[in-house]
Structures are given as structure tokens and as C-alpha cells.
């Protein structure tokens, strides 16, 4: 099964609320586990892209910045992607999707410092789901 939802807008452009507790939670189990032919993320993919967002938000709000995250996402899809074996699917694939969609949601939003600001609550409380759905192995 392949992901097919996304963190709501205004959980990213005004205010983080238990909606978005929810998405992280379904989400961030959902990124932890194999499931067949899906394989997980894994926690060194995760933990790369949360370490770079978390050096952005003590360094505070730089757009250009922000916005170079998306290529790096991309590489990283790209590498896990030439690594995988024949009829499997990396979820790799959604986290990319999703997670360049509420990046795009951040970049458009009138108040950019307050939706990073959103943004990196919500993607937090994914990595922690994800962490808890790895233990539960």
C-alpha cells in the first residue's frame, strides 16, 4: 500500500493541532515498518533530513536555505532508490511526497517563519511515531 495523504495545510500555515498529532502518528508508524514489497525508511534516512531541519531552526528562519532541503530529499530518494531490490518499494518515496508538499506549503505561506516553525513540530512528532513503530519490531 502506498501513502496517499498529507499533513493538512493549515496545520502547517497556521496552527498545529491534534489533526496533525494523528497524521504524524499514522504516519510516522507507517514510514517505520516493512509491510511486503513496501520497505521502511530507515532511521539513518530519517535522522539525516531531521538533523539538517533541526541545524536550520537553531540557525533561524533562512528561506534559501529551507528551500534547498527539497534537492536534498531528492538525492537521498534517488540513492535509496538505485539501491533497492527488484519489486520492492522504498517508503522513502512517500516521505519525499509528502514532505516536499508541506515544504512547498511553507514557502507559500504569508508568514514563513511561523509555518517552519509548524513545520518542524510536525516532522518532529513524525520521527518520534517512527522511532516507536522501529521498537515495536
Known sequence: MA????????????KVTNATVLFAEEFGTYL????????KLTTSQLRK???EVKRQQMNGWDETAFALLKPKLAYAKGRANINKKRNQINK???FYTVIVA????VLKSPDKKKAFDNFTQVF???VAYHKAAEEQK
Do not use: Q
Request: no cysteine; proline share 3%; aromatic share 16%.
Open 3 to 14: 501513502w496517499n495523504k498529507f499533513i493538512p495545510a493549515n496545520e502547517i500555515t497556521d
Open 124 to 126: 518532529e512528532a513524525i
Open 49 to 51: 533530513f531531521f538533523g
Open 32 to 39: 517505520g515498518k516493512d509491510e511486503g514489497d513496501f520497505k
Open 92 to 94: 522513502i518515496d512517500d
Open 102 to 105: 508541506a515544504i512547498d506549503l
